[in-house]
Every structure is written in structure tokens, then in C-alpha cells.
């Protein structure tokens, strides 16, 4: 059964930079797509980024620019730089596991789901 393990996540002041780890488990991670995902309190979840198993990546307008997501498949790990936060980056966030082979965006098609770990952005 597929499993993801967060970590990362945090507090820090607009301006600054996290990066969130998501450890995969389970299936056969390389040949799918993973993303991230995040929902503040009272909205929907939304896709933020996503990338394929050849590196394609994909992004959230809101973040174009500013977050980068990457992976590390001999390590069956994602990761999400987040750079020049800004307090409505601010969310509980979850890696999740796409498509096999490639993404169809940032937000479909995904299954499994890690924890949510809450990061704070403040003014």
C-alpha cells in the first residue's frame, strides 16, 4: 500500500523560504507522477505543483515563480522549495501521488495522500 511521509513545514515571516520533504513507500514511485497540494482554513484544497516521472513540472499560478517542486527517485523522495512566502501561502500541505508515468496538471488524477503539515507564513 502506497504511504507518504512529510516533513518540513513550519512557521516563518513573509519574505522567507521552506522546503517540505515527502518520503514515498510502497509502490513503484519513479514511474508516477507526485505533487503537492494545500488548503488554508475555509477554502478548497488546491493543486500547487506537480511533476511527471520524466521531470515535467507543473505549477499553480500562485506560486509560478517563487516555489520550485523536484525529486529525488533513488531516494523515493519529493520536495517543495517555497521561496518569497507570502501570508496567503499559508495552509496545511500534502504531497500526493498523480498518474502513472505523467501529470495531467496540478490537481487531477491523484490518489494517495500524506499527512498534511501546516506552514505559516506571517506579516
Known amino acids: 500500500q502506497a504511504q507518504l511521509v512529510k516533513s518540513g513545514g513550519g512557521s516563518v515571516q513573509a519574505g522567507g523560504s521552506l522546503r517540505l520533504s515527502c518520503a514515498a513507500s510502497g509502490y513503484a514511485y519513479s514511474r508516477y507522477c507526485v505533487g503537492w497540494f494545500r488548503q488554508a482554513p475555509g477554502k478548497e484544497r488546491e493543486g500547487v505543483a506537480a511533476?511527471?516521472?520524466?521531470?515535467?513540472?507543473f505549477y499553480a499560478d500562485s506560486v509560478k515563480g517563487r516555489f520550485t517542486i523536484s525529486r529525488d527517485d533513488a531516494k523515493n523522495t519529493l520536495y517543495l522549495q517555497m521561496n518569497s512566502l507570502k501570508p496567503e501561502d499559508t495552509a496545511m500541505y500534502y504531497c500526493?501521488?498523480?498518474?502513472?508515468?505523467?501529470?495531467?496538471?496540478?490537481?487531477?488524477?491523484?490518489?494517495?495522500w500524506g499527512q498534511g503539515t501546516q506552514v505559516t507564513v506571517s506579516t
Open positions: 500526493a501521488r498523480g498518474p502513472l508515468w505523467g501529470c495531467r496538471g496540478v490537481d487531477t488524477g491523484f490518489d494517495y
Open positions: 511533476i511527471g516521472s520524466l521531470g515535467t513540472t
